[in-house]
């Protein structure tokens, strides 16, 4: 017989790598995109790498979030790549 503690045990770090497959995939993806204002060619042509880029990265983001050892380590990771992209997004906006 399963425990509700067993099931918690099981199901939470299951439903953390969720959130974190869909809101740290969103989130990175959108601010690689903005990010990618940054770089030095036309703005037409940085907005259509950014929104094409960002659908491979949010795929990766949320193979790596389930790959990730633990659910802490794919938040950590989500953590420090968004305070890298942060700062480069907030430049180039």
Do not use: D, E, N
Request: hydrophobic share 70%; aromatic share 8%; glycine share 6%.
């Amino acid at each position: 017989m399963i425990t509700r503690a067993h099931r918690a045990q099981t199901i939470g770090p299951l439903i953390a790598r969720i959130a974190a497959a869909a809101a740290g995939g969103y989130g990175i993806a959108a601010l690689l995109s903005v990010a990618v204002l940054a770089l030095p060619i036309s703005k037409a042509q940085a907005v259509l790498t950014g929104q094409l880029a960002s659908f491979a990265v949010c795929a990766a983001v949320v193979i790596w979030v389930f790959a990730a050892r633990s659910a802490l380590r794919a938040w950590i990771g989500l953590a420090v790549v968004a305070a890298v992209l942060a700062p480069l997004a907030w430049f180039a906006s």
